[in-house]
């Protein structure tokens, strides 16, 4: 007895020193209340339904101050609340630390420095305000809603907060403005402060980024890269491929800041499979150079920005001006899909639209808003045959002269000299309501004279122009801005184009709404606009804190050809065109006419968007969108719902279902076709930020019968073959994987199996695939913080699809450009990319 009772008296021991242990183990790693993620509050002794009440109170109220403060959550109990004390800690705010700030927010960083496209210039921006936020007591209206998911609304409540306390001292502050959305908040918090900072301050940040992926000029699921190399490659016997390979994209940037008031940039940009600028003669441009003065009271005088070199300039909603040879499908400027409106650094990949010269933003006794710009740069374009005039502007991306293509083609690159200069002028009732003007005029030294039939189209294929059925947007190509005009601005002028624009802008509440009307100036006069082409675009948001709600209506003339133009559209200028198909034109380059283009075609329609929170577990989004070209009347439907399920933290289920049509409302269009789209998501999060992730992907188009697809291939009589109306289906997949070894280490690993047309962001590229036969796709990341300064992510990606017999037509043809002969499919391709990014 005396031994068992010894035993047990052991064990007992055993088990006290050990219990012990363990919670000296604990309360020596407390948790962080204020800074903690929802992973990190799982070793708490809560319940799920407890954790998340806790983790959402501190995000929406703000950094806990005392620990009786959690008596505010009522699913906490006393008990709880005393089993909590000793297991946390209170810090202050770490995103408050400007010196910490790219450190803490570097997952967020790895994104923002992988950006291209139209959001790519944003980029720059949001990084200099991480490391140098903005005091919150001084940010404007325009400064507030150039963040990511913060809304007009937001805006306005941080604004009518800060005229209600004088000063807004914490976040806590900032947390209870009435009209804040939790996402508002969350987002704003990261960027701003509380006080003016320090000024002295110097930061360094380097960009650079060497690929062999192509670029897109749009994250659009039904277009893949800016053109089809691989056709004209078999057109040159791949030596446009082989320039690729050893000619890969190259981009540096350099940029210096020095506390708020000016900043210094210098980048290179090398296309994929351009020239060597560093050691050919070229009169391409090697280098954008940028240095911008900002944020000093002159008097009744504010300036916002003075930005000399090469600056962008975006206005509004993007109807009369924004410059970037990027575009983004359905670009309304809410939410992840943010347009920033004014003059800033210009460091990015745009080339063909980039501004170079001097551009200015400031207010005028705080109620006048004004901003202002001049350029002078070179532009590629397809010049006439006289050499002394041109049909149209072209944005090529690689940048080649492509006369080896055809030899009598005159030099595209710089062939046209513009001028260009505007502003825009607003005035401001309160915060959020204003009206405002805004104009713009590009001087052209040569005369704008479209040729499409004797300049772009191959003479054999001059009679298809405005009569094939398969090209019904023929009519936007017949509608290309024409001008011969002098100027007094500039005396080498023979050419114009002027756009003018009015807009409105107010919230109410939680309803923000927006309009803003443009008039193309075809007879250069300024007050007689009855016979000018036109373009409007209106929306209104409507937000709550578990739902919003937006409807926005655009109409643009099918005349309002304006190259600057990136407002709202489903789909680019010229789809749909005589210009989509490279064989029908004297020059396969000149396909990138529609390929490369970034301004919205024309179109008439509505679109519906939500977020509804429904329950913590359920979240769903949709969007709808139907319109009708004006080139030619065809009606449009897109139906997009998503739907994710998350029971627990660790477990997410995402679907979504996509249904789009043409011409299903005319049963006699000859160039229909149905669409649905189905991608299912299950994400497994695991701990140290490690996740699994499984895709699914079930796709099918139907198109309308067509009669040149039923003839026999065989014999060439007619028959009744049903391949016109053949399904195109479509199915995908794939495994991802992240593991994170340590907190500066981590490798990305996909692998996937995919037949037919199949799209996905991939890490940080948006790719388009299409496999007939089917294919095999993988790609590895590997990312690297080398010390608190330095990080570099390398992503080597390999495809292989099963071969493709064209045995119909014949052998492929290298000298022949007709749409029935066989081309030579790649069906194993490797890539890479390498970024390398320096933050101090």
Excluded: C
Aim: no cysteine; glycine share 6%; aromatic share 14%.
């Amino acid at each position: 007895m005396i031994r068992q009772i010894s035993m047990i008296f052991k064990k007992v021991i055993q088990m006290t020193t050990v219990s012990m242990f363990m919670l000296t183990l604990v309360l020596a790693n407390p948790v962080d209340i204020n800074n903690a993620s929802l992973s990190e509050l799982k070793d708490l002794p809560l319940s799920e339904e407890q954790m998340y009440a806790l983790y959402e109170y501190v995000q929406y109220h703000g950094p806990l101050e005392s620990i009786y403060e959690l008596v505010n959550v009522s699913e906490l109990e006393h008990v709880d609340i005393e089993a909590l004390k000793p297991r946390l800690v209170l810090k202050p705010d770490e995103e408050a630390s400007s010196n910490t700030r790219l450190q803490d927010q570097y997952r967020k960083v790895e994104d923002w420095t992988s950006t291209e496209g139209a959001s790519e210039g944003l980029m720059e921006l949001w990084l200099e305000r991480l490391a140098e936020p903005i005091n919150v007591n001084t940010a404007t209206y325009d400064d507030l809603v150039s963040f990511q998911n913060v809304s007009q609304i937001d805006a306005v409540a941080v604004l009518k907060l800060r005229a209600e306390v004088d000063s807004i001292g914490s976040a806590r502050w900032l947390r209870n403005a009435i009209g804040l959305s939790y996402y508002g908040y969350r987002n704003l918090r990261e960027f701003v402060t509380y006080s003016e900072p320090e000024d002295g301050q110097m930061h360094v940040w380097y960009n650079m980024v060497v690929k062999s992926i192509p670029s897109t000029n749009s994250e659009e699921e039904a277009v893949a890269a800016t053109l089809q190399i691989e056709n004209l490659a078999a057109l040159k016997k791949g030596e446009l491929l082989d320039n690729m390979a050893s000619r890969p994209d190259v981009l540096h940037k350099l940029s210096f800041t020095n506390s708020r008031h000016w900043k210094a940039g210098i980048s290179y940009n090398r296309q994929l499979g351009e020239s060597h600028r560093y050691f050919e003669e070229s009169d391409l441009p090697e280098v954008k150079l940028s240095f911008t003065v900002a944020d000093y009271d002159l008097g009744p005088l504010h300036l916002d920005r003075l930005v000399l070199g090469n600056y962008s300039a975006t206005i509004g909603q993007g109807l009369v001006m924004q410059s970037t040879d990027f575009r983004s499908p359905r670009y309304s400027g809410y939410g992840w899909n943010k347009r920033v409106t004014g003059i800033f650094s210009d460091l990015s990949r745009t080339q063909q639209y980039a501004l170079r010269g001097a551009g200015i933003q400031g207010s005028l006794f705080n109620s006048f808003k004004f901003m202002a710009f001049v350029s002078k740069n070179d532009r590629d374009a397809i010049l006439n045959s006289d050499g002394q005039s041109f049909s149209t502007l072209i944005t090529m991306y690689p940048r080649h002269h492509y006369d080896y293509f055809v030899q009598d083609t005159l030099d595209m690159l710089n062939a046209v000299e513009e001028v260009t200069y505007g502003g825009n002028l607003r005035y401001e009732i309160n915060p959020g309501t204003f009206i405002g003007f805004s104009s713009y005029e590009s001087l052209y030294d040569k005369e704008l004279r479209p040729d499409p039939l004797l300049t772009l189209i191959l003479p054999a294929n001059t009679g298809l122009f405005l009569n094939s059925s398969g090209n019904g947007a023929d009519t936007e190509v017949a509608a290309m801005h024409a001008s011969s005009a002098t100027s007094s601005m500039w005396d080498v002028a023979k050419a114009n184009r002027r756009v003018q624009g009015l807009e409105f802008n107010t919230v109410i509440s939680n309803l923000a709404l927006q309009v803003e009307w443009a008039v193309l100036d075809k007879d250069s006069e300024i007050l007689s606009i009855s016979d000018d082409p036109r373009a409007l675009v209106a929306n209104a948001y409507l937000q709550f804190d578990n739902f919003n709600f937006m409807v926005l209506y655009r109409d643009y003339d099918l005349g309002f050809d304006n190259p600057y133009q990136r407002s709202f559209s489903n789909y680019q200028r010229y789809k749909s065109s005589i210009f989509e198909d490279y064989y029908y034109l004297k020059n396969p380059a000149f396909s990138y006419l529609y390929a490369g283009a970034s301004q919205p075609q024309a179109e008439r329609g509505v679109y519906v968007s939500s977020r509804y929170q429904m329950h913590r577990a359920w979240l769903l989004t949709t969007n709808f969108d139907t319109w009708t070209r004006v080139a030619d009347g065809s009606r449009y439907f897109r139906t997009v719902a998503t739907l994710e399920y998350r029971p627990t933290f660790n477990y997410r289920f995402r679907v979504r279902q996509k249904w789009q049509a043409r011409g299903r409302f005319n049963i006699f269009a000859p160039t229909g076709y149905e669409n649905r789209e189905t991608i299912f998501t299950a994400r497994m999060r695991l701990s140290g930020y490690d996740q699994l992730q499984v895709t699914y992907a079930n796709s099918g188009t139907q198109f309308d019968p067509r009669r040149r697809l039923t003839i026999d291939l065989a014999t060439g009589a007619n028959n009744n073959s049903p391949v016109g109306q053949a399904y195109s289906p479509g199915n995908a997949l794939g495994f991802t994987m992240t593991h994170n070894f340590t907190e500066s280490f981590k490798l990305i690993g996909h692998i996937a199996y995919y037949k037919g047309f199949f799209w996905s962001f991939e890490d940080t590229d948006f790719q388009v695939f299409d496999s007939p036969n089917g294919a095999i796709r993988w790609y590895l990341t590997a990312f690297s913080r080398l010390g608190n300064h330095w990080a570099v992510r390398a992503k080597l990606t390999w495809d292989e699809g099963s071969a493709i017999s064209n045995y119909a037509f014949g052998a492929p043809s290298a000298s022949s450009r007709s749409p029935q002969t066989g081309i030579n499919y790649f069906t194993e391709t490797t890539d890479f990319r390498i970024q390398l990014d320096y933050a101090f």
